[in-house]
């Protein structure tokens, strides 16, 4: 079991910058793949970012690629979400999860088995 905690959501102003993290605890990040991502309201959870935490392999969703950057620190057991040059349509409640370890990430939300609490990021016109 691992427990997955997300912090850093906010409110930001189009253009501006916010980084999340997720931290781990229970087990380490090494034994899993880590995705972001995120659910706006009316909307289907929706892929944003994932890692490998072995290899450190990334996988961005289109509508992120060049703004978003997601990281590890092992030290820390904690993955990050950079996101910078944030628009309106990025507002959402956003999830850190954790799945099995493989290759590269999977981008649909049933191939992860743990799950954050979300964090809420707005970000105004």
């Known amino acids: 079991q691992v427990q997955l905690v997300e912090s850093g959501g906010g409110l930001v102003q189009a253009g501006g910058s916010l980084r999340l993290s997720c931290a781990a605890s229970?087990?380490?990040?090494?034994?899993?793949?880590v995705g972001w991502f995120r659910q706006a309201p009316g909307k289907e959870r929706e892929f944003v970012a994932g890692?490998?935490?072995?290899?450190?392999?990334?996988k961005y969703a289109d509508s992120v690629k060049g703004r978003f950057t997601i990281s590890t620190d092992n030290a820390k057991n904690t993955v990050y979400l950079q996101m910078n040059s944030l628009k309106p349509e990025d507002t959402a409640v956003y999830y850190c999860?954790?799945?099995?370890?493989?290759?590269?990430?999977?981008?649909?939300?049933?191939?992860?088995?743990?799950w954050g609490q979300g964090a809420q990021v707005t970000v105004s016109s």
């Open positions: 890692i490998t935490w072995s290899g450190g392999r990334t």
């Open positions: 999860a954790a799945g099995p370890r493989r290759w590269m990430p999977a981008v649909t939300p049933h191939e992860y088995d743990y």
């Open positions: 229970g087990r380490t990040f090494s034994q899993y793949v």
